[in-house]
């Protein structure tokens, strides 16, 4: 028997959700996987766990206040120890790394995603902000450099095992599914009450709580739609979005001849990650079989655009391009990060978000340095309407 060559990766945001799934992962095949080098955000105690078990070379910390407790916390210490932007790029482009897994919140992991494609490393992205950001970079560069870019986002990765084989040509359009989160039913006048903890109750994924909120929203969907665009090179209007409650559809390719092509599987993010690391083989997976006689039905249904807005504000950033989907993105985090501290009501995440878009003027994305200035235009704007809408509600008549 040929032995398998191991793949040795890095993980950006190691203590995260996908972070943790991934480790899982190289626990099922401790003889195709190791760990190289792990960054985590501000959890340094599940990172001294991380670190003692899997030993890296190279672990890093957003900040050194966290790296202080890393060091007290762990009972191994790796060989290097990194914090900051400078240790995200650091993990990402360690010359034993083949594979970096990038999964690191928010837009911390750009400059690290850039690093890695330069130093000639395969890039599996969980991370959207990437690419909703930065795509026309990232994949301008991934191109120029030869460098795969492999999507762990289960829709893409269903679409990326769909096309398998097949040519640009052949795709007529790509179908993401959604879940439709956990107001799929709900009265648009009911929607007015819904609080963050109504929102953080997804019916069929277990995820971090900007994301789970994002899906209540669909923005999830709308920045998966501008992600799917990067990664697959097809037209905006080649992309559907489709509602299917039960979430066993990952996701589907429509064919020109016509024939729709369909990945079903479980729902744990083991297996886009495997995939990921597989790639482009097939690897055995330690997860439960998917029983479509238990499953029942799958239902299929068009997402209300009106009831839920971001998704046609992500269409329309995407369509008109340049530095919107940046605009689109920062307004968002924003607008959910104030949702989740109660000083914005559910109904006006979209508000603000397009009222941050109308007051933007588009440029064409041209470098990194002007996505990060757009960004923060974004923020700022999104929290000076915010500051309005508070006003008008506290302001007596
Ligand atoms: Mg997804």
Known sequence: MVTPAVKRLAILGCTGSIGQSTLAVVDAHPDRLRVVSLAAGDNAERLAEQAARYRPSLVAMATDDGLARFRAATSWTPGTLASGAEGLIAVATHPDVDIVICASAGTAGLEAVLAAIEAGKTIALANKEVLVMAGALVMAAA????????????????????LHGRTAGEVRRLILTASGGPFRTMPAAQL?????ADALRHPTWQMGRKITI???????????????????????????????????????VEFVDGSIIAQLGVTDMRLPIQYACSYPDRWPAALPPLDLTRA?????????????????????????????????????????????????AFQDIPRVIAATMDAHVVEPVESLAQVRRVDTWGREHALSVIRGVELSIEVPE
């Open 296 to 344: 029942g039905r799958l239902d299929f249904e068009p997402p209300d655009l009106t009831r839920f807005r971001c998704l046609a504000l992500a269409f329309r950033a995407l369509r008109a391009g340049g530095t919107l989907p940046v605009v689109l993105n920062a307004a968002n985090e924003v607008a959910v990060e104030c949702f989740l501290g109660q000083s914005l």
């Open 192 to 196: 007015a009450q819904v609080g963050p």
């Open 214 to 252: 994002d899906s209540a929203t669909l923005m999830n969907k709308g920045l998966e739609v501008i992600e799917a665009y990067w990664l697959f090179g097809v037209g905006p209007d080649q992309i559907d979005v489709v509602v299917h409650p039960q979430s066993i559809v990952h996701s589907m």
């Open 143 to 162: 191109r120029r450099r030869g460098v795969p870019v492999l999507p762990v986002d289960s829709e893409h990765n269903a679409i990326h095992q769909c």
